[in-house]
């Protein structure tokens, strides 16, 4: 089944202690990107990669890095994570970029919810 | 700034009536107009995409509507039933550009 999985889907940290949401998709897209959604803001992009080793900043990348090491993988790293960052998090992967003149469709996964004390 | 402005927030219809959702946008110049659907607790799920010379698409009982000129696209939905209590998101894409505007996503709840 095609599909973009996530892990953990629920994680409860205290401020600082670093983690690491991984997210893995089976389709052989090009394209990976993380998005935050919180309450009355709608999705925001966090970071993306448009292939193995490629990667740049969305919109709100302050506080989060990202590697793209393998093009199935696309792990979202909180260096030193704060309660700001408490939220609601996806991946979501496309053939290509879903953006410009492109029609592709994004595949997202489950989400995370994260929250930091 | 692109944005992206849906309409109303949230909403509560019968089951079996229709209702009516408005995405207006400012993204320029326009590429394309994604309507997603957002069961509580998953990912969103691609429902529709028009380009600009697209006026209307339908998935099911989804009907997507898009006016290029007035910039303003609605998402219709028939004879509802409680699987289409979720929230949905516009999307649009600007021409040359890597970044979609997202907007913040209307609530329908369907009562039975």
């Known amino acids: 089944e095609a599909q973009v999985t996530q892990n953990p889907r629920y994680l409860i940290t205290v401020t600082g202690k670093k983690l690491t949401v991984t997210c893995s998709q089976n389709m052989n897209h090009e394209y990976m990107s993380w998005y935050r959604q919180d309450p009355g803001l709608g999705l925001r992009q966090i970071y993306y990669s448009m292939n193995v080793e490629v990667t740049d900043k969305g919109d709100v990348p302050e506080g989060y890095k990202v590697s793209r090491k393998e093009k199935r993988n696309f792990p979202l790293i909180l260096e030193s994570p704060s309660p700001n960052q408490t939220s609601l998090y996806f991946c979501?992967?496309?053939?290509?970029?879903?953006?410009?003149?492109?029609?592709?469709?994004?595949?997202f996964g489950p989400g995370t919810r994260l929250t930091v004390l | 700034k692109n944005q992206v402005e849906q309409s109303p927030q949230s909403l509560i219809i019968l089951e079996g009536k229709n209702c009516t959702l408005q995405c207006n946008y400012t993204v320029s110049p326009f590429s394309n107009l994604r309507w997603y659907k957002q069961d509580t607790g998953r990912g969103p799920v691609s429902l529709t995409i028009m380009t600009f010379s697209e006026n209307t698409k339908s998935n099911g009982r989804y009907t997507a509507t898009l006016d290029a000129d007035t910039k303003q696209s609605s998402l219709h939905i028939t004879a509802s039933q409680l699987s289409d209590s979720a929230s949905y998101i516009c999307?649009?894409?600007?021409?040359?550009?890597?970044?979609?505007?997202f907007g913040a996503g209307t609530t329908v709840t369907v009562r039975a």
């Open positions: 979501a992967s496309s053939l290509w970029i879903p953006s410009g003149g492109s029609t592709d469709t994004q595949y």
């Open positions: 999307v649009v894409s600007a021409s040359y550009d890597y970044k979609l505007s």
